[in-house]
C-alpha cells in the first residue's frame, strides 16, 4: 500500500497536490502549465458540465461554439479589456513549419509570417460580438442567449492543477438584450444558477455578491460573483456573472432598431465557470484519508467488494451480490462490483477512500450466513450492517442524506469561520488564522488596496445580502453602510 | 419570403453552401477559415457526440483531456507523422502583447517568446503518447482505452464549411494494448461503431475499408475508413480508424513488462470523427428545400403549427394540440409548439422545410370540426390527414419509418451510382459522371498516382468484403486479385 496522504493540519497545500495525483484526478504535461485531466477527474467534470448545461437549457439558452482564435485588433477594440488580457496572451504567428535546412528536425517557416498575429481566446467576448453584428438587427433577434463549452487560454506565470492552468476549460454564456434592466436581470439569474449548482450539486454553500471596482472584469460595468471557504481558511471565486453594459455592443459597433424604429446599442452580460470548480470541490470537502465526493457528482456512486477466499466463496457471495448490482443499476445509481482477484479487499478499501466513492458495500461469508452486508459511507468513515432486504431502501435514503450532509459540513465549517471583526488589530490578527471576514469598508480603491499590500486580504465580494449599517471603515475609520467580505483567496 | 435555393442539379456546391447559411447551421468567423457553428448546427452536433460517447463507453472507453499545445519537439518525434502535419501548423511563439511604443494599441512583446514553439494540436498521437510513458508500466496497465473530446487546428488553404476548416471539432481515441491482435481487433472494433452510427444515425450507408498505403494517415500501419457517396457522385470520407503499429510507443520510448516480466513495446490504435460529419449528414439527405434530418439527429423531432386567424380560433385550436404536445414531449419526443404570431403559417411551413424538421402538424378550424390534424412529412413532402385519436401513434411510427426511409433511399442512391468498370475508356467516362467506381488496381502507388493525375479520381477504400476475382488493372493491365472503390472525393 502506498504511503499515507500529507495531513491537511500539516501541509494543506501538499495534501491538495497528492489528493489530485494520486485519486487520478490530474496531471501536469510536459507543456508548461498545462494540464491533462485523467479519466476520473474527467468522469466528474463530465457530470459538472451535464448538471449545468440541463440548467442553461432550462433558463432558455443555447449552446454554440465560436473560433479559437482572436485577431489582435479584435482584443484592441475594447479598451479595458485589452489591457486586462493583454500580459497573458498565448499568440499564433506563424501557419506552418518547415524541414530544417541547417540539420535535423522542424523550423518555423519565416514565410508564412501572419499578417495579423492570431491570440488564443483568453475569453470570447470580443470573437463573439462581433459575429453578433450580423445575428442582432431589430429587437425581434432579442435576447440572444448563447453558451458555448470551450478550452481556453492565459498565460499564468504560477500555475496550480485545475486552481490556475494556462489551458482550462470552461463555459461562457454570452447574451444580449434590449433594455439595460434584462441584461441586468440575466446577469443576476445565472448567478443565482451558478449558486444553486455550486450548493445543490457540488455541496459547497456560496456566498453571493459584487466584485468591488478593482476586481471587476476587464470590460465589465458590474461583476457578480460566488465566493467559497476551503478547509485552509482560504477563499475560492467559484463563478461570475458580469454585466457588461453597452460595453462591448458599441466597441464591435452592433445596433438593433427598436419597437420605436430607432437604432440602439443591446445591453450585454457574460458568465462562466471553469475547471476550476474541480479544485473547489477537492478542497472544500476531502479529508486527510482522500477525497469526498457529493454522491450526485461521484463517477461512481456504490462499489461492491465481495470479500472471500476461494472461487467457489466469491460465486457464492456473487450470487447475492448481483441483484443488488442489478437493482442499483436499474434504479440509476452508478455501482461497481469489484470481484478483481489481483488485489486484496484491504488495497481495494484504501482505494476506493482514495477516490471518495460515496458507499461502499462489503460482502462476506458471515454476511452471506447472516443475509447482512457491511455498509460504509465515505464521508463520516462509519459503518454498519444491513439486511439484504433493507440495502436497496436504505442506500437510496444515503445518497440523498450523504448529500446533504457534505453541505451541511461545509455550511457549519463557514459558520464556524466567518468572524466580524471591527477593528484594525484584529482583522490583521484574524486574517493570519483565516476565514471570511467581514468588516466596514469605505468603498474606496486606495483603502482596498493599502489593506491587500499590508495583510494579502482581498475584498472577495460586497454581499448580495449584506444588512445596511452604520460602521466605520476597519482601515480608514471613514463611514460606511455595510460589511463586505475580506479572505486570502486562491 | 427569402428567394429560393439554388437547385442542386444546376449549382451543387452552392446549393450546400446556402443550406448551410440558411437552415443556421454554420457561418464563416473573420478569421479565415475558421467557423461559427450556430445553434441549430451546434444542436445537431451535440447528438452526434451523445449517440458516439455512448457507444464508445459501452465499448469500455473512458474520456480524457489533453493539452492544446504540442511542443514542436513532439511533432518531430516520429518522422513521418512530422512530415505529414508540419506543413498546415499553427504556432504559438510568444506568449504576451504590450501597448505599442509607436502608437495606438498592442503589438506582440518581443521579451515573450517561447524557448520552444507550441504548435496547436492537429492530431493528439504525440502529446498523449508522451502522457502514456508515464501510464504504461505493466501489462496490467493495459489495455488502455482513451477518448478525447476536443477542437483541432491544420491550417488549410482551401476551406468549406464543416468540410474542411481550419478549426474543427472531433473526438480522438487512443488506445494501447498488449499485442498486435488486440490492437488490430480494436482499430476494426472502432470502425464498426463508426460505421453502426453512420448507418443508424445519420441514416448514411457506408462502404468499410483499408486505404491505400498513399493514404494512410501519418505515422499509421492501417487505416480502416468509412466511405459514403454525396448526392452529387462525390466520395466523402466519413471516419477513420488507425492501426499503429509501436511507431508512436516507440518513438515516444513507451514499455511495459510483460507477463513473462520481459519489456515491450505496446501496440496502438488512434480513431476520430468531427464536425466533417455535419457535412456529409446534410449532403446526403438534403434537397431542393433545404435540410432534410433523419429523425434521430432532428433537434426539433415535430413541430406543430396552429392555423388561425383571431385569438378566439387560436384558444380553440390550441386546447386540442397542447395534449398532443404534452403527451409527445413526454414520451421523450422533441416537439415544438409554434404559436408566434409574428409570422404566417406559410412562412412558417417554409421555415421547417428549410430546417429539415422531420414531422410538421398543422391544424386549422376545420381540423378541429372534423377531429383530424394535417401530418406533413420532411422527406417525401406528403401530407396526410390523421385523426386526432390516433396521431400519438402514428407520429411514433412515422419517426421510425422515416429514418429508415431516409437510409434506404440514401442506399438505393449508393447502389445506382456505384459502377463496375473494366476498361480505361470507362473509367474516365464514368469518373464525369460521378459515383463510386468498382475497378481492379495493380496495387502500386505509381499507378494511383496517374489515375489521379489524369482523373481527379482517388482510391477511396479497399472494400473489407471485397470479392477475390481475378482481373487487370484497369490503368495498367496488370493482374489484380480485388476490385477497389474510386471517386473523385471531398
Redesign the interface.
Known amino acids: 500500500m502506498s504511503k499515507a496522504l500529507p495531513k491537511r493540519s500539516e501541509n494543506y497545500s501538499e495534501w491538495y497536490n497528492e489528493i489530485v495525483k494520486r485519486a487520478d484526478l490530474a496531471?501536469n504535461?510536459?507543456?508548461r502549465g498545462?494540464?491533462?485531466?485523467?479519466?476520473y477527474g474527467?468522469?466528474i467534470?463530465?457530470k459538472m458540465q451535464s448538471a449545468l448545461d440541463d440548467m442553461f437549457k432550462a433558463t432558455g439558452h443555447?449552446?454554440?461554439?465560436?473560433?479559437?482564435?482572436?485577431?489582435?485588433?479584435?482584443?484592441?477594440k475594447e479598451e479595458e479589456h485589452?489591457e486586462g488580457f493583454?500580459?497573458?496572451?498565448?499568440?499564433?504567428?506563424?501557419?506552418?513549419?518547415?524541414?530544417n535546412p541547417d540539420g535535423?528536425?522542424?523550423v518555423?517557416d519565416p514565410n508564412a509570417k501572419l499578417e495579423e498575429?492570431?491570440?488564443?481566446r483568453p475569453t470570447s467576448e470580443t470573437?463573439i460580438w462581433?459575429?453578433y453584428k450580423?445575428w442582432i438587427q431589430s429587437w425581434?433577434d432579442l435576447p440572444l442567449l448563447?453558451n458555448q463549452w470551450?478550452?481556453i487560454?492565459r498565460?499564468e506565470m504560477r500555475t496550480r492543477l485545475f486552481l490556475r492552468t494556462t489551458?482550462f476549460?470552461w463555459q461562457e454564456g454570452h447574451t444580449a438584450h434590449v433594455t439595460e434592466q434584462e441584461a441586468v436581470e440575466e446577469t443576476e439569474r445565472m448567478l443565482g444558477v451558478y449558486a444553486t449548482f455550486a450548493e445543490d450539486w457540488i455541496a459547497l454553500p456560496v456566498i453571493r455578491g459584487l466584485k468591488s471596482p478593482n476586481e471587476r472584469f476587464a470590460g465589465a460595468v458590474e461583476t457578480y460573483c460566488i465566493e467559497a471557504l476551503m478547509q485552509d481558511g482560504k477563499a475560492l471565486q467559484a463563478g461570475t456573472s458580469h454585466f457588461l453594459g453597452q460595453n462591448f455592443s458599441k466597441s464591435f459597433e452592433v445596433q438593433f432598431v427598436n419597437k420605436e424604429n430607432k437604432l440602439e446599442h443591446p445591453w450585454a452580460t457574460s458568465w462562466g465557470v471553469s475547471t476550476r470548480l474541480m479544485g473547489a470541490l477537492i478542497m472544500a470537502h476531502s479529508d486527510d484519508n482522500g477525497l469526498v465526493l457529493p454522491p450526485k457528482l461521484a463517477p461512481v456512486q456504490v462499489v461492491i467488494v465481495p470479500i472471500y477466499k476461494t472461487p467457489e466463496d466469491l460465486a457464492k457471495i456473487s450470487e447475492k451480490a448481483m441483484p443488488i448490482f442489478e437493482q442499483l443499476k436499474a434504479a440509476g445509481v452508478s455501482v461497481k462490483y469489484d470481484d478483481d482477484d489481483?488485489q486484496r479487499s484491504g488495497w481495494k478499501f484504501a482505494e476506493y477512500e482514495l477516490k471518495g466513492v460515496p458507499i461502499r458495500l462489503a460482502m462476506g461469508m458471515r454476511d452471506l450466513e447472516n443475509g447482512t452486508v457491511e455498509v460504509a459511507r465515505r464521508d463520516t468513515l462509519t459503518k454498519e450492517t444491513v439486511s439484504l432486504d433493507d440495502v436497496i431502501d436504505h442506500i437510496h435514503k444515503l445518497l440523498e442524506e450523504m448529500q446533504a450532509a457534505i453541505y451541511a459540513r461545509a455550511l457549519k465549517f463557514r459558520e464556524d469561520n466567518t468572524f466580524s471583526v471591527d477593528t484594525w488589530d484584529q482583522f490583521k490578527d484574524q486574517i493570519e488564522k483565516g476565514g471570511f471576514i467581514l468588516a466596514h469598508w469605505d468603498g474606496t480603491a486606495e483603502t482596498e488596496e493599502k489593506i491587500k499590500n499590508e495583510t494579502k486580504a482581498t475584498i472577495r465580494c460586497i454581499p448580495l445580502d449584506a444588512v445596511e449599517e452604520d460602521g466605520k471603515c476597519v482601515y480608514s475609520g471613514a463611514p460606511s453602510s455595510k460589511r463586505v467580505v475580506f479572505a486570502r483567496a486562491y
Open positions: 496531471e504535461s510536459a507543456v498545462c494540464m491533462v485531466i485523467k479519466p474527467y468522469a467534470w463530465e443555447v449552446n454554440a461554439y465560436f473560433p479559437l482564435f482572436v485577431p489582435k485588433s479584435f482584443l484592441e485589452a493583454a500580459k497573458e496572451c498565448a499568440v499564433v504567428t506563424h501557419y506552418r513549419l518547415k524541414a535535423k528536425g522542424l518555423v498575429e492570431l491570440i488564443i470573437v462581433n459575429t450580423s425581434r448563447i470551450c478550452n487560454v498565460w489551458e476549460l489481483k
